[in-house]
């Protein structure tokens, strides 16, 4: 009987999660001796609508990748077996089994607010592995960022009281539910429900009970006190499974004073609710006890509770955050800029209708007013003399890591320390104010006799 | 030196990719002394906008976690240590060592048409194993389910050319472009562009050259010619990197004749361009070369081409249908609908405001007409005798396969062949229509007299 496939992704067919044609290329690349050095480029093409800046995530996993990628023998068998590498030279196949990335790698560091067309990543190495990596890296920074980038917004949006990612059961399968803690917390949420993203990652977890537990008791009671037999000094109830304001005066009765750490709302009016909620728990001097709400909550519905001064302290957020709902993909792309021909550095470029993009190894400056908000970010090329701060950062040289991978908690301060240098405008959830994004001279002319030699051919 | 983390899930973590409260619970029902049998269903609460109905998918995955699930040494510590278990008696650690799913299941077979309400599968275990599943369970479920009900929208739109999935870089994260790739097919792709979903599910995989294969050439021309030597049977070229019209005729003037399988557009006004490449094409004796199409297709812009007569012959669909770009969620939930407690069934449910569900362990009866178009469903309860097609079947007993997971081939084919039943209205883009649910007689009684016998309480 055939076993039922779990479809995990692991060391041994990393070489296969692509796209196919990074094969066929690669393959063409080998056979026609062009696999000179080649320096690639990810960048978001436009912001989403509503995502004035974007927080860089997920790079960790992505350097992980190009430390373990490897192609297995049952990897280069599938390759070698399908119809479309019938003609190819066996040389490509000895190029798989012997694969590892050599290159260098350049990176903007993960917490940093970001805008379009800046490149979070610069990949130079020989062509081949520039390619081969494109699918993969671009999976794993575009999920991140997005995710990262939408619970920033959740985080401004509760003016400082605790969000906690409660996703995982709405995330794109099990492993997009573990990214999206990691990027949730890099965003500033506080923890997690999905018990594999503390364990993995340090991420504090959270959580009590489900209508279930409620419901399996005979009477709510029961339920409530039974828990508190279970977890006596961290007890925290849900309460909103038959009648809300029934339950918190059920809460209430049970005379476990401080040993009651929090309620929860999952539904209904969360305003009212947890108004009146607020009022019989003071009333009866449990004002230690705090309120936590979820239920389809997002950056809007937080900001009107707050708005409302709604007494809630803990915000579960999980589908809208988890999935980025308003905008649930980033059009990240990764690009060939710049090539070693004929022993020259060729910078490369597209000008088809509608996309449009800058040759050669660029770097993004970054500078910042006199009270230390960010003012403008200048693209340019490599190495240039304009001043500002230059945001990419060497992360790989020679195929190995340059420095050891940040803390997350060291991220999410990242995070949170930028935030107090972004212009205010910015900060807002609906907002016209644009960052400042402008490319240096250098790299307009660069671009105009680029296209010029294109065209002349 | 502190390695980057991967982040994959496999068979020795299954136990932490869960959500911190289905372990508080579980440890409490120990305590307790709860562990009875209890049902569970999982069920979309409401069909999203724009969504009919939708096509059942990721029970091989949930089927391969029910049956794999262990708490290993390491995640067994890992919550032994956590402050919130500081208080719990050492037999839930042990019981956790020994951990096997050892429940019935039942489900909707993968490709069946499901509409909101209706169980797609049901669980029915010792309450902490019905419990502690339910998050790999919603997200495995919830994900595949969401992709291949996308998926049937943009093959619906295709009226019958093919859809290719070419979404991986766009999907949260490369496991869920794996599954996505899955779902995809069960949606009624034809292929994918993802390797390991090719090696790992035999579906076929796809996929040629990219822009940065033109751009590495001093000459368009001669990316062409190069491409062509190292896949002199099936060249496809990648035709809009400068001019799409121009390189339509650089193709034609390479004289590969019938080695010349296909050329992409990926950018401009795929209508215009798909005629004019056309043109060049049929002029030039190659009335044989596909044109295949891509950038940010979805449903309504292929229904729009078709209906303007594009010759387009293969769509690439990405983004869109991989995130399920427009509903990039779907609300399933999974809930205690049955416990046994003092040695009788006892139907349990919910009726806080907003979020009423239906007690009991329910079968779903599918009615067909004289045609044999689908022409209502009726939720019912388990083995009542009121005709109909009961969609439910049994796919684990005692914690073991029934029977072998359906071939992919055939789940897809049962999705195709399902459509034929559908009603015509429910397969336009935009509808008011809407399928008929109803609930027996038997079910509303059983729940009038629940909600009845809750309340007294």
Sequence with gaps: MREPKPLFINEDNLGLVTDFYQLTMAAGYLQNNMNHPATFELFIRRLPENRPFLIAAGLEQALHYLTHLRFSREAVEYIR??????????????????????????????GTPVFAEEPLLRVTAPMIETQLVETYLLATINFQTLIASKAVRVVLAARGREVVDFGSRRAHGSQAAVLAARACFIGGCRSTSNVLAGQQLGIPVLGTMAHSWVMAFDTEEESFRAFHRAFPENTALLIDTYD??????????????????????????????????????????????????????????????????????IFGVGTEMVTSRDQPALGGIYKLVEQERYGRHVPRMKFSEDKVFYPSSKQVYRFLNHSGIYERDVIGVEKEDIGGQPLLEPVMHKGKLCKEPPDLKDIQSRTLESLSHLPEGLKRLRTEEAYTVRKSQRLEELKRQTEEGLRRR
């Design 81 to 110: 077996r399908h119809p479309a590498f019938k003609h190819v030279h066996k040389d490509f196949f000895s190029y798989l089994k012997k694969f590892r990335f050599s290159g260098e790698v350049f990176a903007i560091p993960e």
């Design 244 to 313: 809300t304001l029934r339950a918190a005066r059920l809460a209430k009765e049970l005379n476990i004073g401080d040993k009651l750490l929090s309620v929860r709302l999952d539904s209904g009016d969360l305003l009212s609710l947890s108004k009146g909620v607020r009022k019989i728990l003071d009333e009866a001097g449990l004002g230690h006890v705090k309120i936590m709400a979820s239920g389809d909550l997002n950056e809007d519905r937080i900001d009107e509770l707050m708005r409302n001064d709604a007494p809630i302290d």
